[in-house]
């Protein structure tokens, strides 16, 4: 993910990226994903020049083949393992969420979601005392929800704080404002969540990616499809550049066997690297709600799949207290 910048090619001057812009056309692989020939129409600009301003940035940023031990050093050298605070949502992740991938979590309504994102935000902010980036598209995000889970790890109330500080919010409710700020989040947005605060973002939660693209799959299919890519990128650069953990939300939906599936379709399927399918266990869907969900790992590339968790998500709102009574501390308090 590349914004469009005056100089960064012969012909690429301020009033042609203002043009784009206003066409919605604001990265590098918006242009050389479009089609020039409307694209010029729509923009009042040269059709040669568009062309020969693609041809140009297809060249400066076209992948380059590298070796697979070159990947693995990269591997090694950069990948973090971030825990959930949750040690059977860790143990079903192989450790927790890596940085430089996607982690997916979805469920339908009431599978426990948003409580896991809150609960990982809050941990990774107050425990690995890191900045997370919480991207809220529905409304769903409580700060109170996030104090009452801090107030439960430290009596501090100056370390509550400080776990708050480190949790930067953006809402976003619908597809052009998720994508303008994973833009912004890229464009130095990452960086100055950083800066100051002595540690940097190893964490960006999305809930959800479906609320916003979901709507976008029926009468605009293509249109829907085609955001939905560049959210797909978006997300990946982030992941990959920035050296951070993404975990995003999804619905689901029945296959024709009637099993519960993630949702938006194949395309979207390839975008996480791991998959998790959150669901109310059945013995215990009472009224009042439980707080016991099953989690079923659907995709990973470390752990077999299908494998089964039971997660508690009071577990983020609990003491952790050794055999002697005192708290239990992570190896980040020590």
């Not at 192989?94 to 979590?105: F, K, M, R």
């Not at 085609?226 to 978006?234: D, F, G, L």
Request: hydrophobic share 40%; with cysteine.
């Amino acid at each position: 993910m590349v914004l469009l910048r005056e100089g960064m090619c012969p012909g690429l001057d301020e009033d042609l990226v203002r043009r784009l812009r206003d066409a919605h056309v604001k990265t590098v692989e918006d242009l050389v994903s479009s089609d020039i020939e409307y694209l010029a129409q729509k923009c009042a600009a040269s059709y040669k020049a568009l062309i020969a301003v693609r041809r140009v940035l297809l060249a400066q940023h076209a992948a380059f083949l590298v070796s697979g031990a070159d990947l693995y050093d990269e591997l090694l050298s950069s990948t973090a393992i971030l825990s959930t605070g949750n040690p059977n949502l860790d143990a079903l992740l192989d450790s927790g969420v890596y940085t430089g991938e996607i982690t997916e979590l979805a469920g339908g309504p009431g599978s426990g979601k948003t409580q896991v994102c809150l609960g990982v935000a809050a941990h990774v902010s107050h425990r690995l005392r890191q900045n997370v980036i919480y991207v809220d598209t529905t409304g769903g995000l409580s700060a109170g929800r996030l104090r009452q889970m801090l107030r439960t790890q430290t009596s501090s109330d100056d370390e509550q704080m400080e776990a708050l500080q480190r949790i930067g919010v953006r809402r976003a409710f619908d597809i052009f404002s998720l994508l303008d700020c994973l833009y912004r989040l890229g464009d130095g947005g990452l960086r100055q969540a950083s800066s100051g605060s002595g540690a940097s973002v190893k964490a960006l939660i999305v809930d959800s990616v479906s609320a916003v693209i979901a709507p976008l799959l029926g009468s605009r299919h293509n249109e829907g499809m085609y955001r939905m890519s560049q959210v797909a990128i978006a997300l990946r650069t982030l992941a990959k550049d920035f050296n951070i953990a993404a975990l995003v939300t999804n619905y689901v939906t029945r296959s024709e066997d009637g099993e519960l599936q993630p949702g938006l379709g194949v395309c979207w399927s390839h975008v996480p690297k791991t998959r998790v399918l959150l669901e109310r266990l059945p013995d215990t869907a009472t009224v009042g709600g439980s707080a016991l969900r099953s989690a079923a790992l659907l995709k990973s590339s470390r752990r077999p799949c299908l494998i089964r968790a039971e997660l508690d998500l009071q577990q983020w709102s609990r003491l952790q207290r050794d055999t002697s009574g005192k708290r239990k501390l992570d190896a980040a308090d020590s």
